[in-house]
């Protein structure tokens, strides 16, 4: 799957190939990302 477009395969498939690297490797984000992504954002009003 690696370099092919994501339009090439159907949702099921994409799913399954997601669910396979998913198994294997963490899914959670660094805490220093996630601290990143939430001070880029603006502030609530």
């Keep these: 799957m690696a370099g092919n477009h994501p339009q090439e395969y159907g949702g099921k498939e994409i799913t ?21 992504q939430r001070r880029s954002l603006p502030e609530d009003e």
């Design 16 to 36: 399954e190939r997601l669910d396979e690297v998913y198994g294997e490797e963490d899914s959670v984000l660094d805490p220093v990302v996630v601290d990143l």
